[in-house]
């Protein structure tokens, strides 16, 4: 029978509390030069991005009540409102050639200034963490894609970078 009374857990808690210690040093601790050390400005500049890529998405979404089919006319899709994205942001949407089945690709920067691409799938669950992509996004071939900016898309400055 297991000893649930107090004096018995006052001795298991320390001792847990001090393994997760142990772990947490060791993790912080350890050399993994593979892994690039992330800015706080650059973890906003991609929150930012999969921010937009979610607007995009509803971009995307409202003109397919109003067309049954999704578009990569940019022109388009900013007559169904105002498209506003991350100053310095780079956008692409590919569109299968039913117009079923959308993929959006952002990334606020170049890879090598810690910026990361995350990519929106109409049929692969939304929006995903940079990685394999999911359903049609993995399919879609790169001349697929059009960019999407131009005079239909405004920007605005990343959190913390107003007036920059």
Request: charged share 20%; net charge negative.
């Amino acid at each position: 029978m297991t000893d649930r009374s107090p004096a018995s857990l006052g001795r298991v808690l320390p001792a847990a509390a001090a393994a997760l210690a142990l772990a947490a040093t060791l993790t912080a601790c350890g050399d993994d030069s593979s892994t690039p050390q992330v800015t706080p400005q650059q973890r906003a500049a991609n929150a930012a991005v999969r921010a937009d890529l979610k607007n995009l998405a509803t971009f995307e979404e409202v003109f397919y009540v109003d067309h049954q089919a999704y578009t990569t006319d940019v022109a388009a899709l900013a007559r169904v409102g105002s498209i506003r994205v991350s100053e310095g942001a780079a956008f692409e949407v590919a569109v299968d050639d039913a117009g079923q089945r959308y993929c959006i690709r952002g990334a606020a920067g170049g890879s090598s200034s810690g910026a990361s691409t995350f990519t929106y799938s109409s049929d692969g669950g939304g929006l995903t963490e940079p990685g394999p992509t999911q359903g049609w996004c993995a399919e879609a071939a790169a001349e697929d894609f059009a960019p999407i900016g131009g005079s239909g898309v405004k920007t605005y400055p990343p959190e913390g970078r107003a007036g920059a």
